[in-house]
């Protein structure tokens, strides 16, 4: 029994500090898919990019919608098979395909760097301190750890929304 409880075998989309391992949150909701967004550092708008987590752990970005065309956002004739559209609220690209083993981001004071899973939107500067660097991947943990860190995560959104964090 004891084995069960901490043997790793939850799989979860796992977002934590580079410098300090222990200070991380879990979320077994981003498994089916998630979004990372951000105000992009040159048009100022937001851009929202699509994730989803494939079998063997790796993190692929489908599609990109951003609210303002310019500098800086991926021109479709740099990925083969990539489709631009326009629609009223903004463009995107898709069909990217593009994969990673995990994604390396430092928390931004401008970006607002947010996750949005399972309906709910996690602003990472509300778990990070700014410029923390964070990184983002699939990670197989014991379910203690998963619920401890559940529990601190659950903690965290209540200070904040009595605005003590």
Known sequence: MLLAVFFPCKKTLSIRSRKNPSHRIYSGEALGGFIISYTHSVNKGRVRDYYYC??????????????????????????????????????????????????????????????????????????????TGVLIDVRRVSAADYFLHSLKRRSAKQKIQAGGF
């Open 54 to 131: 494939s079998r063997d752990g790796s993190l692929t970005v489908d599609k990109t919608v951003f609210v303002s065309y310019g500098a800086g956002i991926p021109e479709p004739e740099e990925t083969a098979g990539a489709f631009f559209s326009q629609a009223e609220d903004g463009y995107s690209v898709s069909h990217l395909n593009r994969t990673v083993g995990n994604l390396f981001m430092a928390v931004g004071t401008v970006a607002d760097h947010s996750l949005i899973a399972g309906g709910t939107e996690f602003f990472l500067k509300d778990y990070f301190p700014p410029q």
